[in-house]
């Protein structure tokens, strides 16, 4: 073999040795960060469920209290004290206020309104949302309840959901203008107060009862924001994780815990996820 073959056949076997000790390498590292994402989910997971664990616990042993005592003027409902330095902070902001405009989002196991049967509070949900026009995304719910809290209602989610029931323009401004002034001139509301307001308003007899359990005096609906913080770099506080969630809180003391279909009996998580860096909480659906 001549000297001139011989030298691009080493130069050739070093190129193969070097690529396969980086192709190697390179696969040590992949399984390394394989490894460390695997680690990190794992983590991340398991502080989700105790995050919502907590929160569940909380509202299980408050959501039959009175709940609106127990929130401040800015949401907060309680923190947590975890070990180096870390802190969970939970606030509870309620999100009945909006009329639901999506008819997918009522549940068969979720308590309603009894006089009211699932077809037709579907079609209630669906011709609110025809009332409210290019506004629907913006100021309704796609989940909950179909009944609306008086006391924060505004008055455009009054009036479309009064003309979804009715279905007569003329008789359903009448009677949203009676409501109206009616909430805004008291605090508490009873039910033989609004059916007679509805008659007076000249509504049928057989929608009165339907259209006055479209209103309630204790909000079942809430939105949940949770923040995990602690110690950051200089000890500079910072987020850990952030979460957001939606849950329904039976406030019947009537009403069967366990139709809520959750984990702890009362609470139900409609919606529960995690937020990425940056991003900021949902809006409140109906919250001016």
């Known amino acids: 073999m001549s000297r001139a073959f011989v030298m691009p ?11 396969t000790v980086a192709v190697l390498l390179n696969r040590d590292a992949v399984r390394h960060l394989d490894a460390e994402d695997e680690l990190a989910s794992y983590i991340d997971e398991h502080r989700q ?6 929160i569940a616990l909380w ?15 800015d949401g907060l409902v309680f ?13 509870l902001i309620e999100a009945q206020s909006a009329p639901l405009v999506d008819p997918q989002g009522l549940d068969p196991q979720q308590p309603s309104a009894d006089v009211i049967p699932l077809g037709e509070q579907r079609k209630i949900a669906e011709r609110t949302a025809i009332a409210l026009g290019g506004r629907a995304e913006q100021v309704g719910r796609t989940a ?4 609306v809290s008086l006391a924060s209602a505004s008055d455009e989610a009054i009036r479309a959901l009064s003309l979804a029931v009715v279905q007569n323009q003329a008789i359903a401004d009448e009677y949203a203008n009676q409501l109206i002034r009616f909430r805004n001139e008291r605090t508490e509301f009873t039910r033989p107060e609004l059916l007679n307001l509805a008659r007076d ?3 049928e007899d057989n929608l009165q009862t339907r259209l006055t359990a479209l209103w309630t005096t204790l909000p079942s609906l809430w939105s949940v924001r949770a923040e995990l913080v602690g110690p950051g770099q200089a000890g500079r506080e910072e987020v850990v994780a952030r979460y957001e969630a939606t849950v329904f809180i039976p406030r019947d003391q009537a009403t069967s815990a366990l139709l809520t279909g ?4 009362s609470a139900w998580f409609l919606e529960w996820k995690k ?5 900021g909480y949902t809006p409140v659906p109906g919250a001016y």
């Open 49 to 54: 469920r105790g995050v919502r664990e907590l």
């Open 144 to 147: 909950g309840p179909l009944a």
């Open 275 to 279: 937020l990425d860096e940056g991003v």
């Open 201 to 203: 308003a000249g509504i």
């Open 9 to 19: 056949v080493v130069v050739l076997l070093a190129l193969i040795a070097s690529l």
């Open 262 to 265: 959750s984990e702890h009996p």
């Open 79 to 91: 923190t947590l004290d975890y070990s180096g330095g870390r802190e969970l902070r939970v606030w």
């Open 59 to 73: 509202l299980q042993f408050s959501g039959q209290q009175d709940l609106e005592a127990l929130i401040s003027d």
